[in-house]
């Protein structure tokens, strides 16, 4: 295979990604640098969420990528999918986020548990971006040990359930018409009592309790959901009750497979704009681009994200895999995915570190594109597991297994 003349498509065929997945990664590029990253700016300053950016989204194809062409769907793999996070998070990484949560963490998530009903209820109107999806995990009590300290509970009484509890750093949960919840149906049996539901923005009881502000991916809403015996119906259960934990705990390693090209497609941006900068910024009548030391830091960013990319790529092949299979949740993907988001968290901060002293006092300044990339360093290193959380993954797969 000839390396192509442009560096950016070098990177990606050194990569390992054929030509068919080049022209995926390029076209959801294109779409995000025309459609979204004009909207970038004003979602970061008044945290406004454009309501137009999902249906445009599905509209164009970026929306059910895993999701079968009977359902509306593309039809294509999670790799795929991760190509167009990439290619999201370079330009708007605000809607990236919120893309994410409601493609994987809400959409797959269904596809890969729900009965045909329930596929054919509320998988057409995700995937074509008319309805938004979250997922309701977390807890104000209940972060790392989201299930041992899930408080939220659902009661039978007849034909529905009784919802009770609140969730918090709920993404996409101000602007959701669907969220995939977790609840406890049996709380005396602890994580293994968990059911899930899916939850209408329109059920009785369920409400927005606020819209949090955040310091980094402002714009994308994030917020605490309240279920005052909200009453969900038995149908809309997702698998057998008590059964929850295997569909919480397949979720959570597609989703750090998921989170890592996030993290790459920031990177990438903040290394293009910190290159861009130094070979037009002047000091001592010379582009500070000549100076060694600004050279030393490009050279670092450069082998941070190439090591980002390939990692990503890798883990995220496997979790493809696994997740066709339908063997999430178990074995070395805990290890590779958690490994995957580590190094690809460690490694943005390395680069927006160093990417803000380039630009130097121009980095500093809140509205300069630089330092809103930089906000967004922490949620990479918390969500999904926290750093240290996956540190104990890597490290209790390694004791168990060797």
Known sequence: MTLSTDNRSAAQVFSGLSHEEIEVLDQADRFARAE?????????????????????????????????????????????SGLVLQAFGRWNHAIAIS????????????????NEDQ?????????NGT?????????????????GSMRTTATREGDHYLLNGTKIYITNGPVADVLLVYAKTDPQRGSQGISAFIVE???PGFRVAQKLSKMGFRGSPTGELVFDNCRVPVANRVGDENTGVKVVMSGLDLERAMVAPLC????????????????????FRQPIASFQMIQDKLA?????????????YQALRAASAIAEKGEAGRGDIHKITAASVMLAADNMNRVLDEAVQIHGGAGYIWDSEVNRLYRAIK???????????????ISGEMIRNG
């Open 264 to 283: 790459l497609g920031i990177a990438e941006r903040a290394l293009q704009i910190s290159l861009d900068y130094a070979r037009t910024r002047e000091q």
């Open 201 to 203: 923005k329109d059920f």
């Open 379 to 393: 949620l990479l290193e918390i969500g999904a597991g926290t750093t240290e959380v996956r540190k104990l993954i």
């Open 131 to 147: 309805k938004t999806g979250a997922l309701g995990l977390t807890e104000p009590g209940a972060g790392s040990d989201a299930l």
């Open 300 to 312: 670092r960013m450069y082998v941070w994200v190439e090591s980002m990319r390939l990692f990503t």
């Open 36 to 80: 979204l990253y004009p909207l970038a700016p004003r979602m970061d300053k008044e945290e406004w969420w454009p309501k137009e950016a999902f249906p445009k989204i599905g509209a164009n194809g970026y929306f059910g990528i895993t999701a079968p062409e009977s359902l509306g769907g593309v039809g294509a793999d999670l790799f795929t």
């Open 99 to 114: 893309w994410v949560a409601h493609e994987n963490l809400c959409l797959h998530n269904i596809l890969r548990n729900a």
């Open 119 to 127: 596929l054919r209820r509320y998988v057409p109107g995700l995937a």
